[in-house]
């Protein structure tokens, strides 16, 4: 993943990136500091434990198999990674549960249309994301901004719902799709 200190690009081809950058620019207090391979690892690892969970060899499998897919992933696409890996069945309702903690700790973000997931490579910071996806090749993007997730927790809020979680997610076609 890339990070540009405000714009987060998950997994998908370097050519997305610049379009984005120069058409989006959202408000930011600070920079990400984004984690990849064993770093990530090692990260979502302390992040379990800080919380008081463990983090046991099923759940390392499964983060290091969703973490290795270049788009959004489902519980049986990660499942059957891990099967394959361990040369053992792993169940599909077991990734579920593991994904829920994942997500629930920041390790993970759940890509709602999808019904898959991706990896954060910033763990350690918490903001709603807004989904950029490809109808055409599947990469996501997320989009790390407050500002715009604010203004709807707001308006939910004034509607009556309390600590409401803003899901944005946006089709289309992506830049590299886009040109070809």
Known sequence: MQDSGSILAVRHPPALVPPLRKAYIPLMAH???SHSGADLADVARTTMEKSG????????????????FDRPASAY????KVSQ??????AANSVYRILDLFVGANLARRVESENAYVAN????CLHDCIFLICDN???AMHIDDDSLSGGVREVARKA?????RPVIEVRGRCGECEDN
Request: glycine letters at 4%; a negative charge.
């Open 53 to 68: 969970e463990q983090w046991t060899p099923m759940r390392a499998a499964i983060f290091d198999a969703l973490a290795s």
């Open 121 to 124: 490579d910033h763990p350690d």
């Open 31 to 33: 920079v990400h500091h």
């Open 77 to 80: 696409d990660i499942a059957e």
């Open 85 to 90: 890996n361990q040369q053992r069945r792993v």
């Open 137 to 139: 090749c599947g990469q």
């Open 160 to 164: 009556g719902f309390s600590q409401a």
